[in-house]
């Protein structure tokens, strides 16, 4: 039973360029969450999409957005980076949409180093 | 603003020991709290808790709920060196601009042989 799958893993980039990650949600989820951690901190909450439509939205300027495909997929865009975007960039996935209480459960993330 | 406090930041104990890790909670439309353990990506789940004063168990970790004083406590007991990581506690609401899952700072745990 394949879980939630990240790429890359790691990144590098630097200030000014655009970066798109990608997420593959675990078998038989169909609503993914992207979260931003720095180090030392939590996750904090970005977005969270649901039949591939943004249902909910953190505290994120647009220069963030994303995107779900048919297959549940998704992607999360960063444009104009900035180097506070530095951090891991974990998704979790989850079943039932934002009215759900299903646990959700998370990849390994993608490391994004900004220079 | 909703938030999730836990308690210590940082714990070192010997291998042996018992351990209490402490979460707090100021969240509107409370739904769910849960435990995830970090280690060097992936959190991982261990518990959700949506009812007051009912334990959940599996193997040495334990946790609790209470709502009325709105915290919630994580045990585990005989710790061994691969319970070494960082432990999120996260409360899970209707939604609002902090999204549906909010966490707190984790506390990391350090056990030694």
């Known amino acids: 039973d394949a879980g939630v799958t990240q790429s890359p893993t790691h990144l590098i980039k630097t200030r000014g360029q655009q970066v798109t990650l990608r997420c593959s949600p675990k078998?038989?989820?169909?609503?993914v969450s992207w979260y931003q951690q720095a180090l030392g901190q939590g996750p904090q909450f970005i977005f969270q999409?649901?039949?591939?439509?943004?249902?909910q939205r953190g505290n994120f300027p647009d220069r963030f957005s994303g995107h779900q495909f048919p297959n549940y997929s998704s992607e999360l865009n960063v444009n104009a980076l900035l180097l506070g975007d530095s951090a891991l960039y974990l998704c979790?996935?989850?079943?039932?949409?934002?009215?759900?209480?299903?646990?959700?459960?998370f990849g390994d993330g993608t490391r994004l180093s900004i220079l | 603003e909703d938030k999730v406090v836990q308690s210590p930041l940082s714990l070192v104990v010997h291998e042996g020991d018992t351990v209490t890790l402490n979460c707090s909670y100021e969240v509107t439309n409370f739904r769910s709290l849960l435990w995830y353990k970090q280690e060097k990506k992936a959190p991982t789940f261990l518990f959700m808790l949506t009812s007051s004063g009912i334990e959940k168990k599996s193997g040495r970790l334990s946790s609790i709920l209470d709502k009325k004083e709105l915290f919630s406590i994580l045990n585990i007991t005989a710790t061994q060196t691969g319970d070494s990581a960082v432990y999120l506690c996260?409360?899970?609401?209707?939604?609002?601009?902090?999204?549906?899952?909010?966490f707190g700072k984790g506390t990391k745990l350090s056990v030694k042989p």
């Open positions: 078998s038989g989820h169909d609503t």
């Open positions: 996260a409360v899970g609401n209707y939604g609002g601009s902090q999204g549906n899952l909010i």
């Open positions: 979790a996935s989850s079943l039932g949409g934002r009215n759900s209480n299903q646990p959700q459960h």
């Open positions: 999409y649901y039949e591939e439509e943004e249902r």
